[in-house]
């Protein structure tokens, strides 16, 4: 999996919202904020470890995606 960590002061209180609120499966002791861009073949995208492009980058989310294991989506707007 191709993705990037991201920081931000409401993503904790977002996901226990989404957790308490939606049938859903945590499958990690821990939750660990980030935005996934792809699915690949392990090994094949080492080259971008440590890569910088999007440190320091910021944006704001107006809404998301859930999507459950049986690929039903429900969005979410945000603010």
Do not use: A
């Not at 920081?7 to 859903?24: P, Q, T, W």
């Not at 660990?32 to 910021?58: A, Q």
């Amino acid at each position: 999996m191709l993705k990037i960590d991201v920081h931000g002061k409401e993503l904790h209180r977002l996901n226990k919202l989404i957790s308490d609120s939606l049938e859903c499966t945590d499958t990690h002791p821990e939750y660990k904020p980030h935005l996934t861009i792809s699915y690949v073949k392990k090994d094949s995208v080492n080259h971008l470890l440590n890569d910088t492009t999007f440190e320091d980058m910021s944006f704001e989310i107006n809404g998301i995606d859930f999507s459950s294991q049986d690929d039903k989506v429900t969005s979410i707007k945000i603010g």
